[in-house]
């Protein structure tokens, strides 16, 4: 079995791919704390062209995830492709998932995709320290929170973001 220790970075990369492309610019920048195992720095499909192609790559990444980052814009709950099979397998992997609201929501809204919209989860609005904070947290209440029999979706208090500056 594959070492978990990626995050799993899901987004729409027509739309979206400024924001993806800012957070590994956090993780590069040595003024930020902010770090994280990209799994898509794993491969990289070899023929783009075709979608098993594609999947039997996104497979390998996903084996190697401990997490899955939802970047939520506005078209990303009506992409049916890849993003939605991309949700579907962390789902089935029991991954934690954190969504990430491009629009600056503190919780889920009516932008969240329909495979993720009932599902254990946890919403914050895009920013380094908030997604940081999740990242970092959100796997050890997810795991909390299934043992329990949770489900649904979650956000952090306003005291979080207060203690985060925010």
Not at 73 to 90: I, P, Q
Request: net charge positive; aromatic share 12%.
């Amino acid at each position: 079995m594959a070492y978990r220790n990626k995050t799993y970075i899901c987004f729409d990369g027509d739309k979206d791919m400024k924001h993806y492309r800012l957070m590994t610019a956090w993780a590069e920048n040595e003024k930020f704390s902010f770090d994280f195992h990209n799994a898509h720095d794993l491969n990289t499909a070899r023929d783009s062209s075709q979608e098993e192609s594609i999947k039997k790559q996104l497979r390998e990444r996903f084996a190697n995830s401990k997490l899955l980052v939802v970047l939520i814009g506005d078209n990303t709950r009506y992409l049916t492709k890849f993003v939605k099979w991309e949700m579907e397998v962390a789902l089935r992997l029991g991954l934690p998932i954190v969504g990430v609201n491009l629009n600056g929501n503190r919780s889920r809204d009516d932008l969240c995709p329909p495979t993720i919209r009932d599902e254990l989860a946890v919403y914050v609005p895009f920013g380094v320290k908030i997604v940081e904070h999740a990242m970092a947290n959100w796997p050890a209440s997810h795991a909390t929170f299934k043992a329990e029999g949770k489900t649904g979706n979650y956000h952090y208090t306003e005291q979080t973001y207060k203690n985060l500056g925010l």
